[in-house]
């Protein structure tokens, strides 16, 4: 089992609609969450990152995390032809504030068409 | 600020030869990090220093690699000697203990293929 899961995708939404990102981690330990989005070619650049069960909204993304279930969410609302790129889900065992080693999921490409 | 950067952007070889890559984390920063990225196996973590001091390098898939750091604006990967499976982006990323977030930083990448 992968300790990052993520459906590769592609996951094709149309201009406006809301795109919902799922990501699953198998270490309970878990502490903190994190959201990047890659365009192709580019580098990752972070857009969101969680610790708390629960939703943190910042704009149209909204992360939802359920440590209960080990599962994390990306929602990207208004979904505009240039949030196509692949996001990709990262967890870190460390406490809050401990810059430490991320594991990557594999992420998932996400297409908005017109 | 700069951000990361590493060069060279594009390196091509042929087996058996030795490349090295280079990284300048963001000044400030003291967490450096090498990751490899491929299609089948996404973005890896190689290895990763704090204050110039390697702390896990359980990622670094055998003896043909190796990272240094030996002050804390500098940073090499070098692969000796280089195999057609090594080829892959290899990408630097720095960050800042405490900092909100926790954020990395990646640096543009190196794209690497192996003959």
């Known amino acids: 089992q992968k300790e990052v899961e993520q459906n590769s995708g592609p996951l094709s939404v149309p201009e406006g609609a809301i795109a919902s990102l799922n990501c699953t981690y198998s270490?309970?330990?878990?502490?903190?969450f994190f959201w990047y989005r890659q365009y192709s070619g580019k580098s990752p650049e972070l857009i969101m990152f969680?610790?708390?069960?629960g939703d943190k909204e910042d704009g149209r993304f909204t992360a939802q995390l359920n440590k209960a279930s080990q599962y994390v969410s990306l929602l990207i609302r208004d979904s505009q032809p240039s949030d196509s790129a692949t996001y990709l889900c990262?967890?870190?065992?460390?406490?809050?504030?401990?810059?430490?080693?991320?594991?990557f999921g594999t992420g998932t490409r996400l297409q908005v068409t017109l | 600020d700069a951000g990361v950067i590493q060069s060279p952007r594009h390196e091509v070889t042929e087996m058996g030869q030795e490349v090295t890559l280079r990284c300048k984390p963001i000044s400030g920063h003291d967490y450096l990090f090498w990751y490899r990225q491929t299609m089948m196996r996404g973005l890896e973590l190689l290895i990763y220093?704090?204050?110039?001091?390697?702390?896990?390098d359980s990622g670094m898939p055998e003896d043909r690699f190796s990272a240094k750091m030996p002050n804390a604006s500098f940073s090499t990967l070098k692969i000796q000697p280089s195999e057609p499976r090594d080829s892959a982006v290899y990408f630097c990323a720095s960050s800042l203990a405490g900092a909100v977030g926790n954020e990395q930083f990646f640096g543009p990448g190196t794209r690497l293929t192996v003959l």
């Open positions: 990262a967890v870190n065992i460390e406490p809050t504030g401990t810059a430490s080693k991320l594991t």
């Open positions: 969680i610790y708390s069960n």
């Open positions: 220093f704090n204050n110039n001091v390697p702390i896990d």
């Open positions: 270490d309970r330990g878990s502490q903190s």
